[in-house]
């Protein structure tokens, strides 16, 4: 038996450490999709044979939502219900995953109908398992409801099936699988005449899943409870200057109300996430910071448009301005910073908010004091760590 050295000691415990977050993340995740499953299966069986189902008609997923969301419930908008039905009618065979307790509830509400049609399912399931290589099992323990999610729009059963595998052979990341989608990979392979050199190209730059991807996953948190600031891949560097850029503009005392750390955004099915969220009480407006960790490109003035646009539609309120976008990207020993006003025409608007606003100059010195101290605290605790 080798030593068992210091260093095998800390790799132990490392390893039993990623080993168990792993399994407890999978648990999580099988959990939150067969409640979604239910929740589709449950919301079907209502449209389906409900004995007071007349009397909602088009508004039954707007009266399901406002119910649930009154309750405290997450992730019950009309759009993600009818998500959840459709994963319902796109994998039946989820029925035969479930506990023994929930699928007895469940059978207790089907119509005898569809008890039928899901022992007629589960054979037409098994005839499938061996030509495709999936159970029900496999696809809800190796995938999670987020990587469902995306396959399950897709019409074709085949081709579904052929992401299912690939996504799991390729442990792709959920923006992987997207973009495999995206470039057409289901049909390049068809037309390819030497899909191995294909898939191994493809496995050569995917992106890979790990643990934490996975416990960030939007679905994850909010089924936990968690808040996004607590799951947010954030290096320690960035959330040190995010704390300090927080503290700045709040003593700034410009008017500036705190209002919200990484804050959440719907955009179509993605979501995204704004550094700091103030309300400024002068400019009656919403101030949205962004820092970036790299030099300043289109795509981040982009993206910053986009959160603007967001807020526009979402979160502002009678008597409000429109919002405003604040960009830091540090590069290297520059500091560019810019203003992105959200398309304001309104001249004197404009006006007090050059006034109000901190000035370009005050900004650039704080980021660039900022990044210098903690570069060089940085740069102490490793020369510590080496003596």
């Not at 807020?311 to 309120?317: A, I, K, L, Q, V």
Request: proline residues 4%; hydrophobic residues 40%; glycine residues 6%.
């Amino acid at each position: 038996m080798p030593e068992f050295s210091f260093d095998a000691l800390v790799g132990s415990i490392r390893d039993v450490d990623s080993r168990f977050v792993l399994s407890a993340v999978k648990a999580v995740n099988v959990s939150l999709t067969l409640r979604n499953w239910c929740v589709g299966a449950y919301i079907k069986e209502f449209e389906l044979h409900g004995a007071d189902r007349a009397g909602y008609g088009d508004k039954l997923f707007e009266r399901i939502s406002k119910e649930l969301k009154e309750g405290g419930l997450k992730r019950c908008d009309r759009r993600e219900l009818m998500r959840y039905v459709l994963f319902y009618e796109r994998y039946p065979g989820v029925v035969e995953v479930l506990p023994e307790g929930v699928k007895s509830q469940y059978l207790m509400i089907c119509s005898p109908e569809t008890k039928q049609q899901n022992i007629l399912i589960g054979g037409i399931w098994e005839s499938l398992t061996p030509k495709f290589s999936m159970t029900p099992e496999k696809l809800v323990s190796s995938l999670s409801y987020t990587h469902i999610s995306e396959i399950m729009q897709i019409e074709s059963p085949l081709k579904r099936a052929f992401y299912e595998v690939e996504c799991m052979r390729g442990v792709w990341s959920v923006r992987e699988l997207k973009r495999q989608i995206d470039s057409m990979y289901f049909e390049r392979s068809g037309l390819s005449k030497d899909k191995k050199k294909l898939a191994e190209l493809v496995g050569i730059s995917a992106e890979k899943l790990t643990p934490a991807q996975v416990i960030r996953d939007p679905y994850v948190f909010e089924f936990l409870g968690l808040k996004p600031a607590e799951v947010m891949d954030e290096s320690a560097f960035e959330s040190a200057l995010l704390d300090k850029l927080t503290e700045f503009l709040l003593e700034l005392g410009h008017g500036f109300c705190f209002e919200a750390r990484q804050k959440k955004m719907l955009v179509g099915d993605e979501y995204y996430f704004v550094d700091l969220v103030f309300y400024h009480r002068i400019l009656k407006c919403h101030v949205l910071v962004d820092l970036k960790m790299e030099g300043l490109s289109h795509a981040h003035v982009g993206q910053i448009n986009m959160y603007l646009n967001w807020f526009r539609r979402n979160e502002m309120c009678e008597g409000d301005n429109p919002p405003v976008g604040l960009l830091l990207c540090p590069r290297k020993d520059e500091m560019v910073v810019e203003y992105a006003t959200g398309g304001l025409s309104n001249e004197v608007f404009v006006s007090k908010y050059e006034v109000v606003l901190p000035s370009v100059e005050e900004l650039e010195r704080f980021v660039e004091h900022e990044v210098r101290v903690l570069k060089e605290m940085d740069a102490e605790y490793r020369r510590e760590k080496r003596k």
